[in-house]
């Protein structure tokens, strides 16, 4: 009998002691979905979103630039290791907040670089210097003039910016454009209007490859973006003489000529002599 007793009391502990155990086992459990139920961690969250970016950037840039993607992931890598502490939630959202809008920038700028290799684009504009009202006055004038010789058209091609007071295609900010933009197919010859001879031949950020033309003591014109410059400083060009071949280099929306007219040393309209 007391063997029975001795047997009941040992499984009765033994009962008790495993429905000890289930109980804490259930109740960290319920602590731990709580916590995971409760809240996702926003860190995990935007590490998510950035990496959905990124793949999706890297998929349109390996086909659509493969140059692009290969100076892409070299920049990305750079971007990586500027030391920016991830850890807080905070400057998490910043890391990842600016990498996104870099790679969205880098993107913008592919994708106009790409519509600007388009030969039969006709929208193609340039951006000139942000001109104030001083220097405005200084360097350009909307007064008349007047030509006694008729000029020959730079480039067939559609007006697509005149002169004067715009919103700048690129940065939508307000600026003076200096010259007339004439949109063409990529390597369309651009022609001397006059007579003249060659200035200046060069390249800068703005205006790309540019060439200068001295017509008369007083009278000069200018074209720019040119993909190809055809002449020397110091040549004497005739009436429609090619100077060189419409591009889009230089800060430049597409393909056109970017023309200049200027009479002692100030850039006046060039619509009027063109006919415009």
Not at 42 to 69: E, G, K, Y
Not at 208 to 235: D, F, P, R
Request: net charge negative; hydrophobic share 40%.
């Amino acid at each position: 009998m007391d063997a029975w007793v001795k047997e009941g009391e040992e499984e009765k502990k033994s009962g008790e002691q495993a429905a000890g155990q289930k109980q804490i086992f259930r109740a960290a459990g319920a602590k731990t979905g709580r916590g995971g139920e409760d809240k996702v961690s926003p860190i995990l969250t935007v590490q998510l979103l950035f990496c959905l970016c990124v793949v999706a950037f890297v998929l349109v840039m390996r086909f659509a630039s493969p140059d692009f993607f290969a100076q892409m992931g070299k920049r990305y890598g750079e971007m990586l290791t500027q030391g920016v502490s991830l850890t807080s939630s905070g400057e998490l959202f910043r890391f990842a907040s600016a990498g996104v809008e870099s790679l969205q920038e880098k993107l913008r700028r592919a994708v106009e670089q790409l519509g600007a290799e388009k030969p039969d684009s006709a929208l193609g504009q340039g951006g000139q210097y942000e001109v104030t009202h001083a220097e405005y006055l200084k360097t350009v004038t909307l007064a008349g003039y007047v030509l006694s010789d008729k000029p020959a058209m730079p480039v067939q091609g559609t007006l697509t910016s005149p002169f004067g007071y715009r919103v700048h295609p690129i940065t939508g900010k307000t600026d003076f454009h200096t010259g007339v933009d004439l949109a063409a197919p990529l390597g369309t010859p651009a022609a001397a209007v006059w007579p003249g001879v060659v200035a200046e031949t060069g390249f800068d950020d703005i205006n790309g490859n540019y060439v200068k033309v001295i017509h008369s003591g007083s009278v000069c014109t200018t074209y720019n973006h040119l993909s190809q410059i055809s002449v020397k400083t110091g040549q004497s060009l005739k009436r429609g003489e090619t100077v060189g071949l419409v591009g889009s280099t230089g800060v430049s929306t597409g393909p056109h000529l970017h023309f200049e007219l200027l009479i002692d040393g100030v850039r006046v309209d060039p619509a009027a002599a063109l006919g415009l």
